[in-house]
């Protein structure tokens, strides 16, 4: 069994595709990517082999790869909120201390001009979309309804 995060640590790639093979001639509007928090490198350089092979596992399941390629896709509108946290916390992390660390984290992201800048793009796409879709059903509504003149 191989975790599914050494396939997809991002998993926004594979939900586009699967959209385009399900409806295949709908544009698709918008892509939120909901991250679950990164961290900065504070490892320094080493010649040991494990720290190597870590490297090595840590940028071969990297979610920034897809984020990256998501990023400069002509005509897709794709976002990613993935706020910074002050430590790397497993996933699986059951320390209640920890857990609580990271709830400060996200806070602090939400409220910082990085955080509400992010979250005012996003919410912004998706109110205009709504409109979009609301026009385009009504139009369409329209079109097949017979006007007597």
């Not at 920034?64 to 909120?81: A, E, F, M, S, W």
């Not at 993935?82 to 660390?101: C, G, H, Q």
């Not at 400060?104 to 409220?111: E, I, M, P």
Request: aromatic content about 6%; charged content about 20%.
């Amino acid at each position: 069994m191989v975790d599914g995060g050494v396939v997809a640590n991002n998993p926004a790639e594979l939900g586009i595709n699967e959209i385009q093979t399900i409806w295949p001639d709908k544009k698709l509007d918008l892509v939120l990517s909901v991250g679950t928090g990164i961290t900065t490198d504070t490892s320094s350089p080493s010649d040991d082999l494990v720290h190597w092979i870590r490297k090595f596992v840590d940028l071969s399941t990297s979610p920034h790869t897809v984020h990256n390629k998501l990023l400069h896709t002509k005509d897709l509108n794709y976002y990613r909120v993935n706020p910074t946290l002050a430590r790397n916390i497993s996933l699986d992390e059951t320390d209640v201390k920890k857990l609580d660390m990271m709830v400060a984290d996200v806070k602090g992201f939400l409220d910082s001009e990085a955080g509400v800048d992010s979250l005012t793009r996003v919410s912004r796409q998706i109110f205009a979309s709504c409109f979009t879709l609301i026009h385009q059903e009504v139009s369409n509504s329209l079109k097949a309804s017979h006007f007597p003149l």
